[in-house]
């Protein structure tokens, strides 16, 4: 950031000795009028020559005076002029600064993000590979020397296993096996536990009564140990598909931040879409415990410089991950006036102390350890913002901390109705 200041004027400028000056020359003409006037009443010659010769004296000696303090003035001047220049200089190195700690955790978090699915990909597509060794000439005789009870059971498995999506929970399916394991107890099927986690494990914890008369085969076990072999072949390539899908997420977020900066010129930007894609670039902060709840409303494009409302983004969603310590909710919230689109930026915090409520804007003003932040993310926030015709204000209480930032709209657009998202 960078802010250019007039140096304030030396006591003693050129301007106020000019105007002493002037002053002096006017006392100058009295006195040389009463001299005269003196001498044609008195016919003094030689009053008026000391006379004249007094001023003359006073007159060279404010001149001197005056030329001195002029280049007083000159030199005191150019040294305002430098240290504001080296304070304008210091202040965008710091900016910069704050800039490449923010790209380094941007940077950190895409290659967490990345390395996450490829690794994802590695296991799958070795566990695919161990699989397919798997199943030899031997697994394939197997299926088809099944009875047809226990091929339609097998057939069962699989139809149900692939329209499952469960998507529990490590305590859910605990409780989902001890459920099952009970239920095929009571109709005293042997190897009840092991058979409630292959039937967990696939997917399949919905209507197990239906399944009992296949399971009372005692061949049901090869039909069990068939359908897991290929389950696990399906399972990997859908952890490559989800995995690849989620690279492909993280690339194209970036790509888009990429292409809205360094321009430095306004652009038409969807705002909603700008929020969606800092938050999918930290990703990797949100999903440690973070709920993120959108309550967007769809709101007009408004026309700004995209990459410094990125950094807007980008520093308040930071801040309140960090105000949370990485456990919480986060709110974003659009609406809009006939004159503004707002966009409200909520969390669960502990809230501002009201002691620093009114510094949190200021430059070099922060409350975290050293080293890690500079106190200019709020500061650089509110510049932005003013530059571009906004305003930010903030409402803090324990629990619940929320800015507003107001962006003017560039036309009068009805306001539709409110969508509401949790991830």
Not at 229 to 240: D, E, K, S
Request: aromatic letters at 4%; hydrophobic letters at 40%; proline letters at 3%.
């Amino acid at each position: 950031m960078s802010t250019s200041s007039t140096p304030a004027k030396d006591p003693q400028s050129a301007d106020d000795l000019k105007q002493q000056l002037a002053k002096k020359e006017k006392i100058i003409q009295v006195l040389m009028k009463r001299v005269e006037e003196s001498f044609n009443t008195q016919g003094n010659a030689f009053a008026l020559f000391q006379a004249a010769s007094q001023l003359e004296s006073q007159v060279r000696e404010r001149t001197v005076a005056l030329e001195k303090s002029m280049r007083q003035a000159s030199i005191t001047n150019w040294r305002l002029e430098q240290v504001v220049r080296e304070l304008e200089s210091s202040q965008a190195r710091l900016v910069e600064s704050e800039k490449m700690a923010a790209l380094g955790q941007l940077v950190a978090g895409i290659a967490h993000e990345l390395n996450t699915p490829l690794g994802a990909i590695c296991a799958s597509s070795s566990e695919i590979s161990t699989s397919l060794e798997t199943i030899s000439l031997s697994n394939m005789n197997e299926l088809r020397n099944l009875s047809d009870k226990n091929f339609r059971f097998f057939g069962e498995l699989l139809k149900r296993a692939r329209i499952a999506s469960s998507g529990l929970s490590s305590r859910e399916a605990r409780q989902i096996r001890k459920l099952i394991t009970q239920l095929l107890e009571e109709q005293n099927l042997q190897d009840a536990e092991e058979i409630a986690e292959q039937l967990t494990d696939f997917g399949i914890f919905e209507d197990i009564e239906s399944l009992i008369p296949y399971l009372q085969n005692n061949e049901c076990k090869n039909a069990l140990a068939l359908a897991g072999l290929f389950l696990g072949l399906r399972q990997g390539a859908a952890n490559i598909e989800l995995a690849a899908q989620r690279a492909g997420k993280v690339v194209f977020a970036l790509k888009r931040f990429v292409d809205q900066s360094s321009s430095g010129e306004t652009t038409l930007i969807n705002i909603q879409q700008s929020l969606n894609t800092v938050l999918a670039l930290h990703e990797n902060l949100t999903r440690q415990g973070i709920q993120i709840v959108r309550e967007f409303n769809e709101i007009p494009p408004i026309r700004v410089v995209a990459d410094e409302i990125n950094q807007v983004w980008t520093h308040l969603i930071l801040n309140a991950i960090h105000a949370m310590q990485n456990h919480g909710t986060l709110t974003l919230r659009t609406n809009c006036t006939p004159s503004h689109v707002q966009v409200e930026i909520e969390d669960t915090g502990p809230g501002i102390p009201d002691e620093i409520k009114n510094r949190i804007f200021e430059s070099f003003f922060t409350t975290k350890s050293a080293g890690e932040g500079t106190g200019l993310g709020l500061s650089t926030v509110k510049d932005i913002l003013t530059r571009q015709g906004g305003s930010i204000s903030f409402t803090s209480i324990p629990g619940k901390t929320v800015f507003f930032v107001l962006l003017a709209r560039i036309e009068s657009q009805t306001v539709p109705l409110r969508s509401t998202t949790v991830s």
